[in-house]
Structures are given as structure tokens and as C-alpha cells.
Nanobody, 115 residues
Framework: QVRLVESGGGLVQAGESLRLSCVAS????????MGWYRQAPGNQREFVAG???????NYADSVTGRCTISRDHRKNSVYLQMNTLKPEDTAIYYC?????????WGQGTQVTVSS
């Protein structure tokens, strides 16, 4: 059983920042990556950022230069620092953990950016 708990979402104005956090627990040994997806109303879930256990990072073009993903391996946690937020960043942000070729998901945290 894998459990992922996100936090840090909220309502902000355009141009402001947020830091999302995700803590993993349960049977997570051997996981290979963690990161974030998001889903806006009426849209499919889309990749935002990921980080491997080796520290390699990957970002969606839409957030490159504005977001930074980091991790604390000792705390089984991953973070997403989001700067210069835009209204189009409004979505539910889901943490994921990849283990044995399978993605596990958190419940999501809402991010709303007002113009």
C-alpha cells in the first residue's frame, strides 16, 4: 500500500508563488521517481514535473523556468515551488510516485490563480 498526501495548495493572485509538498508512506521501497501532474476542469491530467531517485528532473514546457521540483529522500517527500503563477495554472495538482512500473497517486490539492 502506498499513500501520498499533498499539501500547500490555495488561492493566490497572478504573479504570486506557492510551494506544494507531498509525503509518501507505505510500501515505497524501490521507487524510481516522484513528481506532479495537474488537471484543470474539462481537461485531461497532464504532466507538470518529475524527479528521479538519482535527482534528474523533467518539466512540462508550460512551467519550465517558473517551477522547481525538489525532494528530500530521507523524508520521502517531493516539493514543487511554483513562481509567477498564471490563471492557466489553476488546477488540481496530484502527486505521483512511480514504483515497479506503476504510478501511485495522491488525492490532489487545489491551486487557484486569480487574475
Amino acid at each position: 500500500q502506498v499513500r501520498l498526501v499533498e499539501s500547500g495548495g490555495g488561492l493566490v493572485q497572478a504573479g504570486e508563488s506557492l510551494r506544494l509538498s507531498c509525503v509518501a508512506s507505505g510500501t515505497i521501497s524501490g521507487y524510481t521517481a516522484m513528481g506532479w501532474y495537474r488537471q484543470a476542469p474539462g481537461n485531461q491530467r497532464e504532466f507538470v514535473a518529475g524527479i528521479t531517485v538519482g535527482g534528474d528532473t523533467n518539466y512540462a514546457d508550460s512551467v519550465t523556468g517558473r517551477c522547481t521540483i525538489s525532494r528530500d529522500h530521507r523524508k520521502n517527500s517531493v516539493y514543487l515551488q511554483m513562481n509567477t503563477l498564471k490563471p492557466e495554472d489553476t488546477a488540481i495538482y496530484y502527486c505521483f510516485l512511480r514504483r515497479l512500473g506503476h504510478n501511485f497517486w495522491g488525492q490532489g490539492t487545489q491551486v487557484t490563480v486569480s487574475s
